[in-house]
């Protein structure tokens, strides 16, 4: 019985130190673009692919940290300048052109495609809207 307490603990102990905790991860760019809805009418927008300096993601998951805040931007740059507040933005982010690129057609074909007369598509160029770094602290 001891001896399988102490094999218990030791398998646990081992298996606590493998799995390592990713630490965030700031690069000096990042691209994304933005999605804008409101599900109660046909009217989507698109930003364009927009470079962002110093994106701070999880270097594990590939996930970007503080995407809260991009999507805030865009839902305040909604309700501030084009008075259409209650909007669903949404952030898409990748760390080469290319990926954003492929993620960008994929969600664009899908209101351009088959369904393109139910939606009215418009796009936001980087003139209207840009997106802003977001700095992002350790225990977020």
């Known amino acids: 019985m001891r001896y399988l307490r102490y094999t218990f603990f030791v398998l646990m102990m081992a298996f606590a130190t493998s799995t390592a905790i990713a630490k965030p991860v700031v690069t000096p760019k990042g691209y994304m673009f933005g999605f804008i809805a409101n599900f109660s009418d046909s009217v989507v927008y698109f930003t ?30 909604f309700a501030n300048k084009l008075n259409q507040p209650h909007r669903t933005c949404i ?13 960008y057609l994929k969600l664009k074909k899908q209101y351009t495609g088959k369904y393109a007369s139910r939606y009215d598509l418009r796009m936001l160029n980087e003139n209207e809207f840009h997106f802003s770094p977001v700095t992002v602290s350790e225990k977020e």
């Open 48 to 77: 364009d692919i927009q470079t962002v300096d110093s994106v701070w993601y999880d270097s594990k998951s590939k996930f970007l940290l503080g995407r809260s805040s991009y999507a805030n931007q865009l839902r305040e740059y």
């Open 91 to 103: 952030v898409i982010f990748a760390l080469t052109r290319k990926e954003i690129e492929k993620k």
